[in-house]
């Protein structure tokens, strides 16, 4: 059976600080690396308030510091903000308000390459955006 994204958003993810395996990105090998858990992430997107922006660097720079690490993984982050996305989605779908799900418009812009890949497309994040005052 496919799990649904709210499903991922809460499986119990291994996360912990471990040392960068090698220098990719902005990350520096040995360097002590966040694996942050989806639930995480969203909870962490769920404290940014409305009409405030974080870019992707910062919001892994955020959650490295909240955590006592120097870095967050960058692919982890990826799949993560994708879930976290997907998840609100279902929820949206749902019935739940906007103010029930995680905020991730205010990390991910329309032009995002996340946001390409979303089922749902740009539209709703250029809209969310545009509603809070943030640029598209």
Not at 16 to 30: A, C, L
Not at 103 to 113: D, I, K
């Amino acid at each position: 059976m496919v799990k649904s994204w709210n499903d991922r958003l809460n499986t119990p993810g291994v996360n912990g600080i471990k040392p960068s395996p090698r220098t990719f990105g902005d990350v520096v090998e040995g360097q002590s690396m966040l694996v942050p858990t989806a639930r995480q992430v969203d909870d962490f997107i769920r404290s940014i308030p409305e009409g405030v922006e974080m870019d992707v660097r910062a919001l892994r720079t955020a959650l490295a510091v909240e955590h006592g690490a120097e870095v967050t993984c960058p692919v982890t982050i990826g799949y993560h903000l994708r879930t976290v996305a997907e998840a609100a989605n279902e929820d949206i779908e749902r019935g739940m308000t906007l103010s029930d799900v995680a905020p991730f418009w205010r990390v991910l812009s329309a032009e995002a390459p996340t946001t390409g890949r979303l089922s749902f497309g740009a539209q709703f994040v250029a809209l969310q955006r545009k509603r809070e005052g943030l640029r598209p």
